[in-house]
């Protein structure tokens, strides 16, 4: 980074999208390899070079030929040192096993080798070093125990080459062997949003604040804002570098050296992340799987206390198994990480677990989904979830993605909310929300301008709890012609699930547990009436809600009740009966009389418990109209004066004018507007 303020020039070299990382035991020669290699010792620190031993990560590249560049990274192996060796390794896409010949299998070999396999990395090759220390029947030896701590690894078919850093014997043949290893890796999709984890973080005089790391989707170039997770601060790009050249972008697959602007690297840690803005939450809550290493010398019991690495991250936390109360050496199973601090992760993150104290490394597995809550044990709903989130079918993890959208949006997450939580580009979340929607399995609705995709079960389940309410309100009020859809809303916000369905779905008797009022945005309301109106199920008279073969059906002796109900309310005028007055002279049925004159709009409401007739409410009209054209505007007190009433009357009346925009107030007196 020469001028952090100028536009990058183009590098000279095609720099492979590929992370190669060093593992192996304390003192076998890593960094004598890497230097061997390339040229470059990757010992940086002043304490390791006074040591002679690498406590952190180092990191060189390898010129495969004249025109193409790879990134290396050389790890520690002494066992104090593991979490920074993770800190480096969970990025790698091909590994450099590096095994002494003179000391054969150690410790840390066998631990690395262990983390090898927990992260999926398959492939590498496997470089006995120190040949030029040993004999061929010694060299053998050696290579028979490699044989068999390799059997059942994901190292297990990884070429064995014996190399010497000293004498140069077999670093060509390692090389040739790392091409030919590397046209065999798929790399990372540049599709993605970009994300990269931070492993350093240091200020270069003149330039600022600059980072490093392994960019593991996307991409990112010099101006693009980024953001800095879990701290969520957006910053700016000046300058990038790819190994140890100025670029103007770096990919998925890189390492890469960021020259940041808008903060001072003492505000960074290790652990923090860059992305697109607005794409990672920090969480402390992660759903998983999670194998135990065979060679666990205990059962893993359920809340133990662990060390959580993924990515650049270390934090302590707590493992909840769901199925079980202790995970035995060789199990896998489905569990929940409780964290102590935050961290940013993805659906299909790798992470490795060490014990708490001694820390050792006993188990690792994939990420399933960050959560926000709290997952109980022993619940088959959940356990079916997870198990479908851990089946990699990318068409079943989408629909889960809207079977339980529970956020903000409220089971109508769009395809960027499905992109992020299953962590596939956004083209790719579209493309199979597309095949699910055209086999019904999803259902598209034009709401308010919006497209809405909504799952078939989530609009079934909302479907039945409408007409549920629907029904319900009916019986209570048979002489009412519907609900308000503002009323059914606070009604279906208000509603529980049964315990009976629960039980059904933990049974497994219903794909998911019905929704509660709680979970449900007013999108997916308007989208389950709408589907509820093209079914025919409801209709809409006005602007009421009510079941399509709900009729309201008034006896001769309720007509009879509701016909004297409203002789009184007419005679009465402008002073009418209240509920309780109507209640003493007319009984239950005169209560139901009113309800039904309300719905025929006869009476009208002026507030909760006053009715009016509408043949009164109009005359007045007439009479206010005439009264401010020939005075003026008019006072409470001359309204009270007109019409006879008193106070009680007059004002919620004048305020029922007002609010039907009939009048205005103006100080103490009404105009007509």
Known sequence: MKQATSQPSASTHHIEHIIIGTAGHIDHGKTSLVKALTGIDTDRLPEEKKRGLTIDLGFAYLNLDENRRVSIVDVPGHERFVKNMLAGATSINLVLFVIAADDGVMPQTIEHLEIINLLGITHGLVAITKKDLVTDEWLTIVQEDIKKILTGTSLEHAPVIPVSAITGEGIDTCKAKIKELIAQIQTQSVARVFRMPIDRSFTISGYGCVVTGPILGGQVSVEDEIEIVPIKKTLRVRGIEVTGERVNTAFAGQRTAINLSG????????????????????????????????????????????????????????????????????????????????????????????????????????????????????????????????????????????????????????????????????????????????????????????????????????????????????????????????????????????ASDISKARRGELRQIPISGKDISPLLIAATLSALKNEKAIKVIDNKLSLMDFRVEVSVKDRGVADKVEDSFLKAGFTPPSMEEVSTKFGVPGKAAVSLLVEQKKLIAIESGLYFHATALSKLKEMIKAHIAENGPMSVAQFRDLTKTTRKYAVPLLEYFDAIHFTKRTGDVRIVL
């Open 263 to 498: 903060i001072k690297s003492a505000e960074i840690r290790r652990g923090y992340e860059l992305s697109t803005p607005g794409y990672l939450q920090p969480t402390n809550i992660v759903d998983a799987t999670l194998q135990l290493i065979r060679s666990a010398k205990n059962p893993l019991k359920n809340r133990a206390r662990i060390r959580f690495h993924i990515n650049t991250s270390e934090v302590m936390g707590r493992v909840i198994l769901l199925d079980r109360d202790a995970l035995k050496p060789g199990e896998e199973a489905l569990c929940q990480f409780r964290l102590e601090g935050l961290i940013t992760t993805e659906r299909g993150d790798r992470f490795i677990i060490r014990s708490y104290s001694p820390a050792c490394t006993i188990g690792g597995g994939k990420v399933l989904r960050h959560n926000t809550s709290r997952l109980k044990r022993f619940q088959e709903e959940t356990h079916k979830t997870l198990k479908i989130l851990a089946s990699g079918n990318l068409s079943d993890i989408v629909e889960q993605g809207y079977l339980n959208g529970r956020s903000e949006r409220s089971f109508v997450p769009t395809t960027d909310d499905i992109s992020r939580q299953a962590n596939i580009p956004p083209a790719t979340a579209e493309e199979v929300t597309a095949g699910l929607v055209k086999k019904r399995i999803l259902l598209k609705f034009l709401i308010e301008g919006k497209e809405v995709i909504v799952h078939c079960d989530v609009i079934a389940s909302l479907k039945q709890m409408i007409l549920n309410i629907l029904k319900a309100f009916h019986k209570e009020n048979p002489l009412k012609t519907g609900i308000e859809e503002t009323h059914l809303k606070t009604m279906v916000a208000a509603s529980s699930v049964p």
